[in-house]
């Protein structure tokens, strides 16, 4: 359907303000870079959940990674979106600036191939993500054992979003009436682990994709699921996501990882809500090899809203830090610092009325 | 999360791709999605197919991408 | 300020910004200074000179399309070109590492005589010096250009005007785009040349069609919205871009959706923007597009007094985006 008729079908159907949530960085930034706010009616209210994994792994994880990588011979691996994170010790960015060796890479696969290019080297790949992308580590892995490969540590922050929604509506603080869900976290995950929200907490649901027109689509099933007064989780973005998922990405992921409790920033400790590797990978897990222990949780700097904004309990401009200490120049906090958190976002395209 | 790119398979070797992202083009591991055959559409996020895209619904994406950014062959 | 040089500092945008007007500009205040435009605005007895250098670090130093050669001339060549200034002479400073392989050299100081004698202008005085091994990529250049500015043209970063049109030569990012791929790190393969060109031809071709423009700017580091945006600021205007005007080849566009990057900051070096009064909007087209190097010239917005200081991009679905400058360089997400 065209994004124009959608936009008139969204302004037909819409009756009241509503507040949907979309848990997906990716999300975020599609949202602000099509500019959809400002073509959506006024009352159509969009929050950005906790699904940015820069924005909710806790201070002390990177920490954590960092000291690793300031130790003697070893050489750290992760993802771009990670750099600029910033922490009450710097960010990744500052390290390496200060020649600690720690690389940027694409792909977990590349790991294998820089551990076997470094060989006098422990190589440390902190890995972050979702669903979407823990399966892709979960295979590395099991390459990176197949060919015995012996410097090749995982270091994994890696957690789930359906605990996290699940704590998010527990917590009962947000009124949220309706979810963007995810549309690559789904495209392994599938519909199932999403139904306890309709069903325990009545919200409507739409598996969404990331082009402007995927989400003016989610926006109005969405709409139309809440003017039938029905909640269910839909699937808008059919070409990608199917209803069981991809079971095969799964089965390695459940081979590789277990749950375990994980802390999130902004939200706290959310039980079985993170993947830790299994005892049968324990030569390469990070964890284990180099013996580290829980971290202590660095709490976030004081006035920093963060955590309510995650939880979609406060727009941007009402936390006190947000356009004065911490603007996209001089984040403090990691919903400023990545181009996917709401304050980054807010900042730079206001609610829609900055153009008016 | 996260980037998922559609691109076409055009070629296969020990379970890895070269597949065309509309112009560059990128080695992709088939270790998730075992079943891809070359001509397949799929989507790629971190260097993984994660999943089969029916053709007809990937040619949407990659028209939508276009259409969406305004732009025709400029070449 | 941060305590140590990042990378960021060094990439165009707004860190490097920050570095030049709040650190550098407080040992080097001037009025010529100040103007921060492309290349600095000298008097002599009644004409304007150009002055301008700058410093190629790139690498890989060969990549489709051209080299560190090629680039620094081109580069100091179209400094001087958006001041309107024929270039009169260019100075080369070598910095090679020991141990540069003697084929190489002759590759990249080839080139850039070649692009010499392509625009017309002498190098005629230089430098050289060697660095340990280990200390450099192998060769770093600066390069320096003086140039005379034709009586009549007033080429300023501070002088777009409400309702002027914005106007560029063709398809963004094509150069940065080939670097990255050219840099083998991400393993992706492409057919991308760089659009490495000196532009003192067109600008002379379009110049003699009208003098009356105000702006001219290349965009390089920081690409096309760190550009307009540092155009915005200088001139106490807003710029308005529409998203569906913007040319970009699909094979960048593509390994910006690889990389989750934003095309419009991505470094070109050898397009052109041209920012002047809209009664020249056509004039200045046609002199373009009769050029080779700007056939794919459109107009891609206006500027306007409202939001000074900011650029918008109106979206393909009639929404808006700020443009900011790029604030250090784009690492390559996944998320």
Known sequence: MEEKSLIEAIRALHDGPIRLMEVCGTHTVSISRAGIRVVLPKGIELLSGPGCPVCVTPQEEIKQAMDLAREKDTLLLTFGDLMRVPTKYGSFETLKAEGTDIRVILSPFDAIRIAEENSGKRVVFFSVGFETTAPAVAATILEAKKRDIKNLFFLSAHKLIPPALRALLEGRRVLIDGFILPGHVSVIIGREPYEFIPRDFGIPCVITGFEPQDILEGILMLLQQKRKKRAEVQIQYKRAVRPEGNPRARALMEKVFEERDSRWRGLGLIPLSGLGLRESFKDMDAQRVFELKEPEPIPDPPNCKCAEILQGLLKPPECPLFGKTCTPQHPIGPCMVSSEGSCSAYYRYGDGEFYA | ?75 | MHDKVLLAHGAGGGASYDLIRKFFLTFFSNKVLQALDDAAVLSLDGSRLAFTIDAYVVYPLFFPGGNIGKLALCGTVNDLSVMGAKPLGIAVAYILEEGFPMEDLERITSSLSEMAKEVGVWVVTGDTKVVPKGTSHGLFLITSGIGLIEEGVFLSGSRAKPRDVVIVSGPIGDHEAAVILARGEFAIEGDLKSDCAPLWDLVRSILKVTKNVHVMRDPTRGGLATSLWEIAQSSKVGIVIEEESIPVRREVLALCELLGFDPYYLASEGRLIVIAPEEEAERILSAMREHPLGREGKIIGNVVEENPGRVLLKTKIGGHRLLEPLMGSQFPRIC
């Open chain 2, 1 to 75: 999360m996260c980037l998922g790119i559609p691109g076409k398979v055009l070629n296969i070797k020990d379970e890895m791709a070269e597949v065309d992202f509309g112009g560059v083009k990128r080695t992709v591991s088939l270790l998730l999605c075992p079943e891809v055959k070359v001509g397949d559409y799929v989507l790629v996020h971190v260097g993984f197919a994660i999943t089969k895209l029916e053709e007809e619904e990937a040619k949407e994406t990659l028209k939508l991408l276009e259409e969406y950014l305004g732009r025709e062959e400029l070449d």
